[in-house]
């Protein structure tokens, strides 16, 4: 299963495209925003964020562990964390496994709006 699921991710995206999403992962900080102030600091960028959201990392994410995303939901002043119990790690969110699949659908659905 994993091996196609690779393959195909690799084959849909350009090389440069990756990279530039590696560089942001292990370069991106939102305290580093240019000409808003903040000088760095992540925790008050986090704060200033004031969209509602439901922030649902899989439990061995090891790209957004949920300790990460913890550590952010803890300053975001209308987020709630809801860890997904999975064994799929990054692609629990893929539909590839019906519990985490409803577990996901359980947590969104009464939240969504057309």
Not at 17 to 41: C, E, H, I, K, Y
Not at 56 to 65: I, Q
Not at 74 to 101: K, M
Request: charged share 20%; aromatic share 10%; hydrophobic share 45%.
């Amino acid at each position: 299963m994993w091996v196609p699921l690779i393959k195909a991710l690799r084959e849909c995206r350009e090389t440069n495209n990756l990279l530039a999403m590696l560089w942001t992962w292990q370069n991106g900080n939102v305290g580093a925003t240019p000409s808003r102030g903040f000088n760095g600091d992540q925790v008050a960028a986090l704060k200033t964020i004031k969209a509602k959201m439901i922030v649902l990392p899989a439990l061995k994410d090891l790209y957004f562990p949920p300790e990460d995303e913890e550590f952010a939901v803890s300053h975001f002043p209308n987020a709630e964390l809801r860890v997904i119990p999975d064994v799929y790690a990054h692609f629990a969110r893929g539909g590839t496994n019906p519990e985490d699949t409803a577990f996901h659908d359980d947590v969104l659905l009464p939240h969504h709006v057309c």
